[in-house]
């Protein structure tokens, strides 16, 4: 494909879900269940800006009519969990720029780097030790026998599961949802890793071994440098799981993070913060693979040739 098809269809991949979701927001017999009253008439219950099943509506205008009273208005509405695009940019843009309206809430900016800390300190812990065994693992038979099985049988282990032993260990802040995050990759980190540095090509290392290389020399002579550019992005996958353990590691002792953030909107039912602060984490994890992605192209520029070829 051509640099402008890949560009047209990468813009497309984007703007596809967007439409859709502006169809929803914007064209009112499409879905809006609900209606929201703009003037309650006669009926004493109802509010300006109070949203009501159609059903119910309707059947208010029903009695307001046979009693001759004056009919209540409204627009047909969607519900509060689903607000529009432009109302979603907007809290997108003030979630920055104005200041919180209760003292136990965080700025945006705040609960983001907060986990971004926590993803930070978690998945290199992980890596400090998962790619070293993982790379044994797929190097030597005996490493492999003796530490594969029980991370199989460990990697099953949902991570929440340990989050109370997480608490008692480590205590209520940030210790327990380090540790979920490193139980959520550190395993899966070992597997992956043992299974490509498996795929290393042997011409290479038969060639190794018959020009007289020992055990450790093989190993960072050989085995590390032939999967380098594999392992990278293997990184750049797990670093994405650990995302995803994100918002269950924060639930875990004291709330903290964009995921206080997202449970205090909810909470207050301002469901356009909650939507931006969500769009926010996927923007940071595009851009964070992207910026690794270039960084891979620098580092080994060689793949980029053998593609070509």
Not at 147 to 175: K, N, S, W
Not at 224 to 246: C, E, H, M, S
């Amino acid at each position: 494909m051509s640099k402008k098809q890949t560009t047209t269809l990468t813009v497309l991949s984007f703007f596809l879900p967007i439409f859709l979701w502006s169809l929803f927001s914007y064209v009112p017999f499409l879905w809006h269940p609900k209606v929201e009253i703009v003037d309650p008439g006669s009926i004493s219950w109802l509010k300006s800006g109070m949203l009501v099943e159609r059903d119910v509506f309707a059947e208010q205008q029903r009695l307001a009519a046979e009693q001759e009273s004056a009919l209540p208005e409204g627009f047909r509405s969607n519900p509060i969990y689903l607000p529009a695009p432009h109302e979603v940019a907007i809290a997108f843009y003030t979630a920055f720029t104005a200041e919180p309206t209760r003292s136990s809430e965080q700025w945006l900016h705040e609960s983001l780097w907060h986990s971004i800390q926590v993803i930070f300190w978690g998945f290199t812990l992980a890596s400090l030790f998962g790619v070293p065994l993982g790379v044994l693992c797929g190097t030597y038979v005996a490493v492999s026998k003796l530490q594969e099985p029980f991370i199989e049988f460990f990697r099953y282990l949902p991570a929440p599961a340990f989050g109370a032993l997480a608490v008692a260990i480590l205590g209520i802040h940030d210790g327990p949802k380090i540790s979920i995050i490193f139980i959520g990759t550190f395993f899966q980190q070992v597997l992956i890793i043992a299974n490509t540095t498996r795929k290393l090509d042997v011409a290479l290392v038969e060639a190794a071994l018959t020009l007289g290389a020992k055990n450790f020399q093989l190993l960072f002579r050989v085995v590390i440098p032939g999967i380098l550019p594999d392992l990278y992005r293997d990184q750049r996958i797990l670093l994405g799981w650990a995302w995803t353990y994100l918002i269950v590691a924060e639930l875990i002792g004291t709330s903290s993070g964009i995921t206080w953030f997202i449970t205090q909107q909810a909470r207050y039912k301002n469901f356009d913060n909650v939507y931006a602060a969500i769009i926010m984490i996927g923007i940071i994890g595009v851009l964070t693979d992207i910026l690794l992605a270039r960084l891979g192209k620098r580092l080994f520029p060689w793949e980029k040739e053998q593609v070509k070829s």
